[in-house]
């Protein structure tokens, strides 16, 4: 069966860092594009980043320059490092296995519990 599992999320204060972390099972990671979502209440679920099999990313106009995403396929693991957080980045946070192409990320159908991140004023 395929597992996303997240973790990483927390309490932090505006201008801080988290680094989440998605630990994949049950799918030959290294094939497959990966893309970190968020989500709050009655606001649909945005991407926040992708990166391809090969390493190209891709990061939404609002965490540009502030988020990295990254993949070690060693580990079956992608990360999403967070910088000088801001309390509109507070959201729960998803990841999710799917494709990469001309700069575009199409989710796919399994995606992990969430973990949630509060960045406070």
């Known amino acids: 069966q395929v597992q996303l599992v997240e973790s990483g999320g927390g309490l932090v204060q505006a201008g801080g860092s988290l680094r989440l972390s998605c630990a994949a099972s049950g799918i030959t990671f290294s094939i497959y594009a990966m893309g970190w979502y968020r989500q709050t209440p009655g606001k649909q679920r945005e991407l926040v980043a992708a990166?391809?099999?090969?390493?190209?990313?891709i990061y939404a106009d609002s965490v540009k320059g502030r988020f990295a995403i990254s993949r070690d396929n060693a580990k079956n693991t992608v990360y999403l490092q967070m910088n000088s957080l801001k309390p509109e980045d507070t959201a729960v946070y998803y990841c999710?296995?799917?494709?990469?192409?001309?700069?575009?990320?199409?989710?796919?159908?399994?995606w992990g519990q969430g973990t949630q991140v509060t960045v406070s004023s």
């Open positions: 990166i391809g099999s090969g390493g190209l990313t």
């Open positions: 999710n296995a799917g494709t990469y192409y001309n700069r575009l990320y199409s989710p796919g159908g399994y």
